[in-house]
């Protein structure tokens, strides 16, 4: 009989369920980027604007951080099994029901029923990660299950770009339909159920449910609200909208209940005290770090490419493919790393991923599609180094019965983190770009001699050219969105610095973490 130390909660063969829960979780994270390209396809489509269609993204996230709070007490009560089971079902039905949308309030609906399957599902895959394998292995089961998790915001912009231009943007959600229902059938054949997790329930059970119904709503309230604020700031001019300011009221206020409530709790929602902790709440800033930088990069590359450089939805997605080739290679490399202590790992992840962002500083109008696919591999170096360590430190003197809020918050931290990445480039983007036109404007006018010298150039080319009609106007035109593109270089620049401060911002957090024992027994949360 093999050592109870030397194997995982479901026995001696745990890779099969490795596999079974990472393509689950690759279809649920790929759902997170793989509608932002097709949002002006679904706007045509659907008959309303680019704006009302970007909350076709925001209600999929808000749905899917608010449902994350309470999926390790749903998990805990009904199983982690049956609660994975639930989530695929219902995730696999609104995919289908949201490529079926006949308006934009029915593909609302749709994608809350979805982003709510999507929110529960990836933290109880990491969960049954953590119990299938030993601790000499999980580092190897987190790498597996690191790819779906890494890549498949990698993927989504190129699918769901290939998809809208070939297809239609119903295919972005209808392509989940059969990897949902081969994954439920698999995982309900092939995960054994456990005898102990059924025992611990009923003793939970026979105490009583013991849900915290105010801690929830008001952290439902708190996330919903800041999830808003992020997605839709830049777009309503932040804190001059009293749209936007209403929403941070209410955000911050019920944050400032939700502490005190659940510090006084027996048993809380969110255990507060784990985020005060330096090792887990150390592992928390770095995933909020590594999501913005995963899913900032997945959204701001794309969008230089087709806004500087005509690059087509599929294109600008092919981009960023081969970062996912060097990702998915050096997550098996990085799995295998289990001798090195985690901090080591990341600090090294976070510099490689800063030296990436730096990369990108070079930026010029004469940047071909290889300078951009090279970044892009750089950072799909780093990100793994950074991924996997900080999955396996965060478990790191959790007990047996907060693995499953563990989970919940890691992978909270790294979908606000994506959120916030995002706010950041895009504000940081439209700030700077002002900036820098205004800068440059300034160097417009006669007493300029380059500027002279240059209209006065242009001016000869249309007359040799034959051009009809003012042709100092069409020469100052031409010079106008010259000093526009330049703006916008410029401004793209300042969103790769302030992606790579972030990086760097990762490197004294992760030399702060302790030492992991390896020799430890797993925690299993039931």
Known sequence: MADAEAVGEYGNSPWGIAVLVSVATFMEVLDTTIA????RYIAGGLAVSNDQAS????????????????????????????????????????????GMAWSLNSLLLFRLMQGLAGGGMTP?????LAAAFPPSKRSQGFALYGIAVVVAPVVGPTLGGWLSDNLSWHWCFLINVPVGLVSLVLIYLIIPASEAQKKARAKLWAKGPNFDVIGFLLVATFLGSLEVVLDRGQVEDWFSSSFIVTFAVVSVLSLLLFVPWEMTRKTPLIDIKMLTGRQFGSCFIIMLATGALLIATTQILPQLLQALYGY????????????????MVMMLIVGRLGKVQPRWLIAIGAAICAGAMIDLTWLSPGADFSYFAWSRMYLGVGLPLIFIPIT?????GIPASKTDQASALINLARNFGGSIGVSISQTVLAQREQFHQSRLVENIGSWNPFFHSTLAQLEAYLKSQNATGNTAGTAMAMIGETVSAQASYLAYI????????????????ALSLRSVDRSAKPAMGH
Not at 36 to 39: D, E, I, P, Q, S
Not at 58 to 80: D, H, K, Q
Not at 503 to 508: D, E, G, K, N, Y
């Open 494 to 509: 300042d969103v790769f610095v302030a992606l790579a401060a972030i990086a760097l911002l990762m490197i004294p957090l």
């Open 36 to 39: 932002n390209v097709a949002l």
């Open 312 to 327: 087509t939805a599929t294109l600008a997605g092919l981009v960023i493919s081969p970062g996912g080739l060097v990702t």
């Open 392 to 396: 396996t430190a965060s478990y790191d």
């Open 124 to 128: 109880v895959a990491q969960s049954i």
């Open 55 to 98: 909350w076709v993204v925001t209600t999929y996230l808000v749905a899917n951080s608010i449902v994350l709070c309470a999926s390790g007490w749903i998990a805990e009560m009904f199983g982690r099994k049956n609660f994975f089971i639930v989530c695929i079902a219902l995730f696999t039905l609104s995919s289908f029901l949201c």
